[in-house]
């Protein structure tokens, strides 16, 4: 089972440049959600979607835009690149279901240079 | 808001002995989940273990358990005979409810060493 995957797995941006996440679950999972990494800081939510078609912000949407493209699929589009979104990015899904732990994906390590 | 504190940035144990890492969250709900997740340097995120506010029983996972005491908003994870491989990021995640789904928030983790 694939379960979470996240693409790319490495990239190197430039300020100003723009690069979508992609991100595919194969669980029927109805939730989604893209967090980031940074050290001392824990995971902070981005962007969640409820369901196919329903997207909200999380604790630090700015600089960020979200596509549902389908139920399997949730991406994070960053438009105009800035040092501070360097991070390591992790997708995640979850049954919408009271007792239902995150399922992440391996994550993306994005510089910012 | 919900918060979730890990007051413990690193920590570190002898091999074949007992550690606990400490969470706190804060909340003025009365029914929620709590989970422990695993880091390891491999960056994947592991589930290790979850616990329902309604339970009074600690939950367990083979050398894995938890001191979960609601009143004081405390939710601490014990590793019991450590072993090398218990090297990781320990996360501790709370789950609340919002419109049409659930959230999850983390803190911001304890950094554990195995030691030989």
């Known amino acids: 089972n694939a379960g979470v995957t996240q693409t790319p797995k490495f990239q190197v941006l430039k300020t100003g440049q723009s690069m979508t996440l992609q991100c595919a679950q194969d669980?029927?999972?109805?939730?989604m959600y893209w967090y980031r990494q940074d050290p001392g800081m824990g995971l902070r939510l981005i962007y969640y979607?409820?369901?196919?078609?329903?997207?909200d912000k999380g604790e630090v949407p700015n600089g960020y835009n979200v596509s549902r493209l389908n139920k399997r699929e949730f991406s994070l589009r960053l438009e105009s690149a800035a040092p501070s979104q360097t991070s390591v990015y992790f997708c995640?899904?979850?049954?919408?279901?009271?007792?239902?732990?995150?399922?992440f994906g391996n994550g993306t390590r994005l510089t910012v240079t | 808001a919900q918060t979730v504190t890990q007051s413990q940035p690193e920590m570190s144990v002898q091999e074949a002995e007992t550690v606990t890492l400490s969470c706190t969250y804060d909340t003025s709900e009365n029914n929620y989940y709590l989970f422990w997740y695993k880091q390891p340097p491999s960056r994947q995120m592991i589930l290790v273990i979850r616990q329902e506010a309604y339970k009074q029983q600690n939950a367990t996972e083979n050398r894995f358990s938890v001191n979960f005491q609601k009143a004081a908003k405390s939710f601490s994870l014990k590793i019991s005979d450590s072993q090398l491989g218990d090297t990781a990021m320990y996360f501790c995640?709370?789950?609340?409810?919002?419109?049409?789904?659930?959230?999850?928030?983390f803190g911001t983790g304890t950094r554990l060493k195995v030691l030989a």
């Open positions: 979607s409820a369901s196919e078609g329903t997207t």
């Open positions: 669980m029927n999972h109805n939730s």
């Open positions: 995640a899904s979850s049954e919408r279901q009271y007792n239902s732990p995150l399922h």
């Open positions: 995640a709370f789950m609340k409810l919002v419109p049409g789904t659930y959230k999850y928030i």
